[in-house]
């Protein structure tokens, strides 16, 4: 049985960020999942899914939270706050460079692969947010095509 | 033992550009990786690593590609060349869009996780160039910071 790694007390706020970040994509036609990546008390960056809006395939919400957040020589202490679990793309991305915790806000809408985050020593905290849920089912409804190809044609 | 995949007549092109995109990468003082996506005959996009030129950690020589080359329905029928062995996140984008063949021209350098991609169905080519090897030798010998943070700091 799976052991529900605890949240922190920052958890809510930063993940604030993130579904503002989806919702702004939601907003502007595109695929809404967003992301942020913070340290317990600062936010580094934020990010939204831009496959329709840049017509950048590699822009899931994720990859553009990372790129906002620019390089860094460690990612030791941050954790990644995501409204969508991550698709392999963004998991290799956190697995390469070693954030040690990730906080899903949903894997409801796409399962993605969070034992394989898991399985590199990832701490995964889970949750079931209604609101982030609500969204991308909306979009999934409105826009079948356009998801289906942003994670791969599946 | 491996079977090693043949190489197709138009390889050595395609390769080509991916290895000009790494060249240009490393004039610029960046991490010399390039990469294609082609057709048996046709380049649909090309890129280099910008970690340093865009400040953009995310931009690998593949991903670079893959968002040059624009959304697409579908990557059926396409091959990605890359000079470098692909880390996680750029393993984790070839499964996700479903690539169904990588040329690599050398992961004498980084080895990359190849039978990940295998135990994904991706075809696989594995060359030893010597040019790249030469090329991606040099910069780790420049700039070994760089290089570790590029690669997550292992």
Redesign the interface.
């Given at each position: 049985m799976m052991t529900e790694s605890p949240r922190w007390p920052d958890d809510e706020t930063m993940m604030r960020v993130a579904i503002e970040e989806a919702e702004t994509g939601f907003r502007q036609g595109g695929v809404p999942v967003g992301a942020a990546l913070a340290t317990p008390d600062t936010v580094l960056g934020s990010g939204h899914n831009e496959?329709v809006q840049r017509?950048?395939?590699?822009?899931h919400g994720e990859?553009a939270c990372?790129?906002d957040?620019?390089?860094?020589?460690?990612?030791a202490g941050t954790t990644l706050y995501t409204t969508l679990s991550p698709?392999?793309?963004?998991?290799?991305?956190i697995?390469?460079?070693?954030i040690p915790r990730v906080v899903i806000a949903e894997r409801v809408t796409y399962a993605g692969d969070v034992d394989l985050l898991r399985a590199h020593g990832v701490d995964v905290v889970l949750w079931a947010d209604e609101r982030c849920i609500a969204l991308m089912s909306e979009f999934q409804r409105r826009s079948p095509?356009v998801w289906s190809?942003d994670?791969?044609?599946r």
């Open positions: 496959r017509r950048d395939p590699t822009a990859i990372l790129r957040a620019g390089p860094r020589a460690s990612y698709c392999p793309m963004c998991s290799g991305a697995i390469l460079f070693q095509q190809e994670i791969g044609g």
